[in-house]
């Protein structure tokens, strides 16, 4: 159980980056939203990456102190997961995967948001059949490459380039 009082403001900045949902890698589920009641409430826990007391899970003797109100190290996460990083599973959670998984979320979170209508891109399918074989290429197919993540939703009308543009 964390001890530190983080500040708002750094509670304020974690929200966005997360944008409201678990980062747990695979989770994702909205934290203001019960799932079972569809009440909107704060169901976010703010989980330390490495504890802000060095005798806490994953804690370190400099290290917690100085990264206890760090954005860097803090993770916004669903219960059952704080639970298993900081209760049921902490050896197979160690600060590098917990960070992975921060850095890998805030980067989608990024890419998803950072969405512009002028970001546009169109699907030229060709295709021809081989003897009694056709193109196995779909729309749906393409417009699922277009993708860098997954799990981000298919789209079906236009498309939008997920690769941003150079500055």
Same mark, same amino acid.
């Given at each position: 159980?964390?001890?530190?009082?983080? !500040?708002?403001?750094?509670?304020?900045?974690?929200?966005?980056?997360?944008?409201?949902?678990?980062?747990?890698?695979?989770?994702?589920?909205?934290?203001?939203?019960?799932?079972?009641?569809?009440?909107?409430?704060?169901?976010?826990?703010?989980?330390?990456?490495?504890?802000?007391?060095?005798?806490?899970?994953?804690?370190?003797?400099?290290?917690?102190?100085?990264?206890?109100?760090?954005?860097?190290?803090?993770?916004?996460?669903?219960?059952?997961?704080?639970?298993?990083?900081?209760?049921?599973?902490?050896?197979?959670?160690?600060?590098?995967?917990?960070?992975?998984?921060?850095?890998?979320?805030?980067?989608?979170?990024?890419?998803?948001?950072?969405?512009?209508?002028?970001?546009?891109?169109?699907?030229?399918?060709?295709?021809?059949?081989?003897?009694?074989?056709?193109?196995?290429?779909?729309?749906?197919?393409?417009?699922?490459?277009?993708? !860098?993540?997954?799990?981000?939703?298919?789209?079906?009308? !236009?498309?939008?380039?997920?690769?941003? !543009?150079?500055?």
């Amino acid at each position: 159980m964390s001890s530190t009082n983080i !500040p708002e403001v750094v509670k304020i900045r974690l929200w966005g980056k997360a944008a409201g949902r678990c980062q747990y890698r695979g989770c994702n589920v909205p934290l203001w939203l019960d799932a079972l009641t569809k009440a909107e409430f704060n169901t976010a826990y703010v989980a330390h990456i490495i504890a802000d007391n060095p005798k806490g899970p994953r804690g370190d003797p400099v290290l917690s102190k100085d990264l206890a109100t760090d954005l860097s190290n803090l993770m916004l996460l669903c219960d059952t997961h704080h639970r298993q990083i900081d209760k049921f599973d902490v050896e197979g959670h160690p600060a590098e995967l917990l960070r992975s998984m921060k850095e890998d979320h805030e980067r989608r979170i990024e890419i998803a948001s950072g969405i512009t209508p002028d970001w546009r891109s169109h699907i030229l399918l060709y295709g021809a059949n081989i003897g009694e074989q056709s193109s196995p290429v779909s729309y749906q197919t393409a417009s699922m490459a277009m993708f !860098p993540e997954r799990d981000l939703p298919p789209f079906t009308g !236009p498309l939008i380039n997920w690769i941003p !543009p150079v500055l």
